[in-house]
């Protein structure tokens, strides 16, 4: 992170209040980059709430409840996931979920969180592009093709 230089007039104040206002700020980009079809979490975020939580009267996510930044390798997982094993499991269940939980605790051996804490993440990561009705491939596929 970088650390910032600040005027001789910045108090502790100004810091909490910035920094309580970069996060609300950074919820809103998150939500907006979802909005215009990137492949971006709902964080549920609005302007009333971004105001709220810039101001101080709604409480941003507490610490311990994982951030985006946490939770986007098993985001990613899921997103990826889908496109691997969607033409074998038409939905989620119990074998899709074992081949899940061996595949990410191979691939994240050291990750703090485990498969338990990390599994809604990824499971919305499957979702979400499960949702997306051309899926990530055919998604690829047409913009390349429509480059052609």
Same mark, same amino acid.
């Given at each position: 992170m970088n650390q910032q230089? $600040? ?9 909490t209040?910035?920094?309580r206002?970069r996060?609300a700020?950074?919820r809103d980009?998150?939500q907006t980059?979802h909005?215009?079809g990137? $492949?971006q ?8 709430r971004?105001?709220n ?6 409480v941003?996510?507490p610490?311990g409840?994982p951030?985006y930044e ?10 990826g996931a ?6 074998n ?5 119990q074998?899709l979920?074992?081949?899940?939980e061996?595949d990410?605790?191979?691939?994240n051996?050291?990750?703090?969180r $485990?498969?338990t ?6 499971r919305q990561?499957w979702?979400?592009?499960?949702s ?7 998604s690829?596929?047409t913009?390349?093709?429509?480059k052609?």
């Open positions: 230089k $600040n005027p001789a007039w910045w108090t502790t104040a100004n810091e209040a910035w920094e206002t996060a700020f950074k980009w998150d980059k909005d215009v990137a $492949n979490p709902d964080t549920h975020q609005n302007v009333t971004t105001i939580q810039a101001v101080g009267s709604e941003i996510p610490r409840v951030n946490e939770l986007e390798p098993a985001y990613r997982f899921g997103h889908y496109d691997k094993y969607s033409p499991f038409q939905q989620w269940d074998d979920e074992d081949q899940l061996a990410w605790s191979a691939t051996p050291s990750r703090v $485990n498969w804490e990390d599994r809604a993440a990824i990561g979702d979400f592009c499960q997306n009705t051309d899926g990530p491939q055919k690829a596929q913009k390349t093709n429509s052609v």
